[in-house]
């Protein structure tokens, strides 16, 4: 392997560890749209995911612990968000949210993909193995 490779191989490693340390971590409750916009300028390249959802809404309820699940497993891959539609009603209707739960994906401030209805913990991975591809 020539010097060049190698040198090749250790800057990726150390681009993959500054944005691994870069990751928040948990998942980020959105509770403005400045929130938001902070949250894509700080981490432009990486993949949000925001789930819209409200206190009252049952099936936002059984679908808590699959985000949470997947957030424990993806957490260094991707930010794992969570918007409340009656709090934060202007961001819900800037992603055209008309069902909850809905699961938005959002990369350098583009909406990549949407999901709407509370999707299966074997259905959600599928969709995020696809993204990291």
């Not at 990726?12 to 400045?34: C, D, F, R, V, W």
């Not at 959802?53 to 930010?79: D, S």
């Not at 699961?103 to 959600?124: D, P, W």
Request: glycine share 8%.
């Amino acid at each position: 392997m020539s010097d060049d490779e190698l040198e090749k191989i250790r800057r990726q490693k150390l681009e993959n560890y500054m944005k691994l340390q870069s990751m928040p971590q948990g998942i980020i409750k959105i509770h403005t749209p400045q929130e938001y916009e902070q949250l894509i300028n700080e981490h432009p390249s990486a993949i949000l995911i925001i789930d819209f959802w409200a206190e009252w809404c049952g099936p936002c309820k059984n679908f808590a612990p699959v985000f949470e699940k997947l957030q424990n497993e993806y957490g260094n891959e991707f930010i794992f968000a969570k918007v409340d539609v009656d709090e934060n009603g202007s961001l819900a209707q800037r992603f055209g949210i008309t069902g909850i739960p809905t699961t938005v994906f959002i990369q350098n401030g583009n909406l990549i993909n949407k999901v709407v209805g509370a999707m299966g913990y074997n259905g959600m991975k599928n969709v995020l193995e696809k993204l990291k591809s």
